[in-house]
């Protein structure tokens, strides 16, 4: 059992470039998230998705863009990179009727922008 | 404004020495608490849900316990697997489907064998 698979795991963008970041479930969840946690400032969620077909904006959207492809892919997409989106992203998941509110993250993918 | 803070930043043990880790919180009307564990290069892992202040939750060397204002984390008779760093989040009244999640940042818990 997978779980939440992200890739690429590393990636080192040139000011401007443009990437995304894929994220897969396999735990047939239906919410799913992207964060990105920085030194000194926590976990701070960039965007999320409650089901399939819908996205809403989190705490820190800007220069993002995110496609909930199915129920299962969530992809956050950098359209022009810039040195402060360097972070680690994570993407996580979460169930529709977890009582507990709980998380399940990937790996997380470290982005490095020259 | 909603705050969560974590203390100490980062606690170094003797396997063995029992300790705890502390989060505060400054949200009214909480909607839970949780704590996550996080090793070095991977993505946090869910612990513990405590909704209620007295509320006592346990599992193998870790306790969490919640009141009005934290929650303790209580690692008895630590092991060397149990380093990681160990992240408190609060789910706020308003917000609903995590998408508000206040996160602290962290205590880094390094256990010597």
């Known amino acids: 059992n997978a779980g939440v698979t992200q890739t690429p795991k590393f990636q080192v963008l040139k000011t401007g470039q443009s990437m995304t970041l894929q994220c897969a479930q396999d735990m047939n969840h239906n919410s799913m998230y992207w964060y990105r946690q920085d030194p000194g400032m926590g976990l701070r969620l960039i965007y999320y998705s409650a089901s399939e077909g819908t996205t809403d904006k989190g705490e820190v959207p800007n220069g993002y863009n995110v496609s909930r492809l199915n129920k299962r892919e969530f992809s956050l997409r950098l359209e022009s990179a810039a040195p402060s989106q360097t972070s680690v992203y994570f993407c996580?998941?979460?169930?529709?009727?977890?009582?507990?509110?709980?998380?399940?993250f990937g790996a997380g993918s470290r982005l490095t922008v020259l | 404004e909603d705050q969560v803070t974590q203390s100490p930043e980062a606690l170094r043990l003797q396997e063995g020495e029992s300790s705890s880790l502390n989060c505060s919180y400054t949200v009214s009307g909480l909607r839970g608490l949780f704590w996550y564990r996080q090793d070095p290069g991977k993505g946090p892992e869910f612990l513990f849900t405590?909704?209620?202040?007295?509320e006592e939750k346990e599992k193998e060397r870790l306790k969490a316990t919640l009141t009005k204002k934290e929650s303790f984390l209580h690692i008895t008779a630590p092991k060397p697997e149990d380093s990681a760093t160990y992240l408190c989040a609060v789910h706020p009244p308003n917000a609903g489907n995590n998408r508000k999640l206040i996160w602290g940042l962290g205590t880094s818990l390094a256990v010597n064998p």
């Open positions: 996580a998941s979460r169930p529709v009727n977890a009582g507990a509110n709980v998380l399940t």
């Open positions: 405590l909704y209620s202040a007295g």
